[in-house]
């Protein structure tokens, strides 16, 4: 292992992220030094864990087949509803036809899986964990395990009778927390469509949601500090998300799975429009560099400092930042629509790796919108102490994935590599860190964001993702 296996420059991302979220503090005097080394190192253990070990590398190559697997399953399904619209003419990827279904399948499957009780024990296995590891109470760190798995309402619905009793800082927490993962069905998605450009791209973009919800809990410790009154408790009897049968669990998941494809797409429908609308408008200006001024090139510019810190080289800051930008003010599933349309000579695949940890969040403007209408079901008596605090909660959201993404890029290139092998792809090969970057002066990730892609756009390669999974 040589010295280019490191890359420290990602420090200057894991300093920059903290920093801004002390700066955001209610409490600066409160600051988490404990829990701040615990929540950094259980990140970096996990990546090691998950990538360096054998049986573990064996685990995520199975769940890379299963995917491959469900993307089939989910298209034979596609077919037969839509004919020949589901394969896509001229290898043309249709993101309504073969992205969106895969969203009802795994709601479907995550349903049933929780009747049978085996995601039910999952979740309550990595709630038992963040309780113990990070201070948290049982019912908030039921919550916490659930969100990693099931999405940013999901999760606190399964503490629904608890919300009320919560305090500022583990409401804060839960809404943190939900910008900082995405759900499990969404995986499935983003894995999808990144399978041609990213080595083992499942195992990244699971790993990727795990390990962010301790950074996500991290950060918000930092700007809203624990209430003194907290004390940690064990699991206490809470209500469950129960279904009559296999067959009641599989219509409802169906029905959920539905609710949330169509969310997606008006997003991105009325996303794209927004940012197409306001390119029209700077389309009569140009730019200093000398090419016409657009969405993508301002938040490239904004974003490519925070793109640098987080392990990015500088000459690849530029795209980076627009990608960054993208999935804070439109949506993730845009930025990864990108980031699969990127080629070897704009990012590295080093580059998209890091990108890929980075994007893999619902910390955005749409999101804001969704905790806002959620929470206010949930617990309508503290709809404005939520919408007090879910811009903040959104800024924690989007630093947790950057956070995580400068400790992945921290580790040594050939952790990657070897799992890469394992997976029977191409393996990541080692970038040697940049000899010189300029040092950002500040990177604030509090800005606009980028376009979206069109309904339906080339393939990065050859043959088009099939499947893709839900966004709660």
């Not at 039910?120 to 395990?145: E, H, N």
């Not at 209430?227 to 296999?246: C, I, L, N, P």
């Not at 140009?286 to 301002?298: D, H, M, R």
């Not at 960054?324 to 930025?335: H, I, N």
């Amino acid at each position: 292992m040589s010295i280019d296996d490191f890359h420290p420059q990602s420090l200057a991302g894991v300093g920059l992220v903290l920093l801004i979220c002390w700066l955001l503090s209610d409490d600066k005097k409160r600051f988490p030094i404990f829990l701040t080394v615990g929540a950094i190192a259980v990140q970096a253990v996990l990546v090691f864990v998950l990538f360096g070990l054998p049986p573990a590398q064996a685990a995520l190559q199975g769940i890379g087949t299963g995917v491959e697997a469900l993307g089939k399953a989910t298209n034979e399904g596609v077919k037969f509803v839509f004919g020949f619209l589901a394969t896509g003419k001229d290898a043309t990827f249709i993101f309504a036809f073969q992205v969106l279904p895969v969203i009802l399948v795994i709601c479907a499957l995550s349903a049933v899986l929780w009747h049978w009780g085996i995601l039910k024990w999952i979740t309550r296995g990595f709630g038992f964990v963040f309780q113990k590891t990070m201070g948290l109470r049982g019912p908030p760190a039921l919550a916490v395990s659930a969100t990693v798995f099931m999405g940013q309402v999901e999760g606190p619905i399964f503490i629904r009778s608890y919300l009320d009793k919560l305090t500022k800082s583990e409401l804060f927490m839960l809404l943190a927390v939900g910008m900082s993962c995405v759900s499990g069905s969404t995986l499935v998605a983003y894995a999808a469509l990144l399978k041609d450009v990213l080595p083992n791209a499942a195992a990244h973009v699971l790993t990727a949601s795990v390990i962010s919800a301790p950074a996500g809990v991290l950060l918000a410790r930092i700007m809203v500090p624990a209430d003194k009154s907290e004390r940690t408790s064990d699991f206490e009897k809470m209500e469950e998300k129960t279904y009559d049968s296999s067959i009641d669990a599989v219509m409802k998941g169906t029905s959920d799975g539905l609710n949330v494809a169509v969310n997606v797409a008006a997003c991105l429908i009325v996303f794209v429009a927004i940012v197409a609308l306001i390119n029209l408008m700077l389309g009569g200006f140009a730019n200093p560099e000398g090419g016409t001024l657009s969405v993508e090139w301002i938040l490239g510019k904004l974003f490519s400092p925070l793109a640098w810190a987080i392990g990015i080289p500088w000459k690849e800051a530029q795209p980076a930042g627009a990608l960054l930008g993208t999935k804070m003010v439109l949506t993730e599933f845009t930025a990864f629509i990108k980031l699969g349309q990127t080629h070897d000579a704009e990012l590295s695949e080093r580059s998209r790796m890091i990108l890929t940890y980075a994007l893999c969040g619902f910390a955005n403007v749409a999101s804001v919108g969704i905790n806002v209408g959620g929470f206010s079901v949930l617990v309508p008596q503290r709809r404005g102490e939520v919408m007090s605090l879910v811009w903040r909660a959104m800024i924690a959201g989007f630093l947790a994935t950057c956070m995580t993404a400068s400790i992945v890029a921290l580790l040594p290139a050939s952790l990657f590599i070897h799992s890469a092998k394992v997976g029977g792809k191409a393996p990541i090969a080692p970038a040697p860190a940049p000899a010189s970057a300029p040092a950002p002066s500040s990177a604030a990730p509090v800005g606009p964001a980028s376009t979206p892609a069109p309904a339906s756009v080339a393939p990065p390669a050859a043959k088009a993702p099939a499947s893709a999974a839900p966004k709660a």
